[in-house]
Structure formats: C-alpha cells, structure tokens
C-alpha cells in the first residue's frame, strides 16, 4: 500500500539529488511524465544550468520512474478538479495532485509551496526535504 502521491516538482527535486527510494512508496498522476520533462527542458534551455547530457540523464531516470510507480489519472474527475482550483485558487495540475491525495489519502509531496499551504487544509503535505529527513537521508 502506498503512502505518497509525489507532484512533479518533488519527483524532479529527488531525482536530481539521486535519492529514488522514497518514491517506491508512492504514486502519482499521469500529467507528471510531462510536467518533470519540461521542468527539465527549462533548466537546460532557458535556464542554462543544466548540460544537455544531464537533461538526458534526468529524462530518463524521469521515464524509469514513471513505468514503475502507480500513474493515476483524474479522467471523471474533471469538474471536481476544476471546482477544487477554483475554490483553493490553484492551477488545474496542482488540484489535480491535490483531488487525488484527498481521494485516496495520501500525503502529497511537493515541493510548491503555494500547493502544500493549500493543500494542508485537506491532507498531510510535506516538501521533499521533510520527507527525506524522514527517510534519514539528512545530508542530501
């Protein structure tokens, strides 16, 4: 059973520190795969801090992850997405995450605080950071 629903900002955040392990324990939604990979492409393209090989490396560690954790998807939940952003003045992807965590009664993860405010009224939220501490990889 899992415990986590993991936002893309989170998934970006702990793959980049090279600590996965915490995301065997979780889930996330479809709109995930492309949410990270354009986090990527940002931090290579209009950002620059990033090479090209390590976008590479990334996008690929993005894809491994996305194939073997829970994907879900709020396909039927479309107006309830809509009414919870209207109501908690969130982006259709953050209530997204935010539906689903209520839904299924997990803690989101994310790393937007915006989100994790919000979404604190409704669910346990916590950054990737406070996770980590959890899972004791302190220093990373």
Do not use: H
Request: net charge neutral.
């Amino acid at each position: 059973m899992t415990e986590y629903l993991f936002d893309a900002s989170s998934i970006v955040n702990l793959i980049k520190r090279g600590i996965v392990s915490p995301l065997t324990n979780g889930e996330t939604l479809n709109l995930a795969l492309y949410e990270c990979i354009s986090a990527i492409w940002k931090e290579y393209r209009k950002l620059k801090v990033i090479s090209r090989d390590l976008a590479g490396k990334y996008i690929r560690a993005i894809i491994k992850v996305m194939s073997i954790i829970p994907v879900n998807s709020i396909s039927g939940s479309e107006e309830e997405v809509f009414d919870l952003a209207l109501k908690e003045d969130l982006t259709i992807y953050d209530a997204s995450y935010l539906l689903v965590a209520i839904n299924k009664n997990l803690m989101l993860v994310t790393d937007d605080k915006v989100l994790r405010d919000r979404a604190s009224k409704y669910v346990t939220a916590t950054s990737t950071k406070e996770l980590l501490t959890r899972y004791g990889f302190v220093d990373q």
